[in-house]
């Protein structure tokens, strides 16, 4: 019960909520004003900040929100940065709970 719980807030909200708000609003807003470099630099340090994993994890977060802005860009959607958050999110998931075994 607990573990689908867990998958569906990291694999299901989470990515929903949050491209919602970072790739949806804010880099959308952003974007207009400043371009895709700077918005997406801004929102990627933001979106790293907010996470719980401490701040050894802000470069590799930082990554992913870059990835993940790049597919709002090219996919005009946030469509495709949910699903790859999404999967992301379940594969880590996946192995964090493979390694706790």
Do not use: K
Request: charged content about 10%; hydrophobic content about 60%; overall charge positive.
């Amino acid at each position: 019960g607990s573990i689908i719980g867990l998958y569906l807030i990291a694999s299901v909200f989470a990515p929903v909520f949050e491209e919602t708000m970072f790739r949806g609003a804010l880099f959308s807003h952003l974007r207009q004003r400043w371009g895709f470099t700077i918005s997406t630099l801004i929102v990627a340090l933001i979106f790293a900040l907010l996470h719980p994993q401490g701040l050894a994890a802000v470069p590799t977060l930082m990554a992913i929100a870059v990835v993940l802005a790049g597919i709002r860009e090219w996919r005009g959607s946030i469509v495709g940065c949910m699903t790859a958050h999404a999967l992301h999110n379940a594969l880590t998931m996946t192995m964090v709970l493979l390694m706790m075994r």
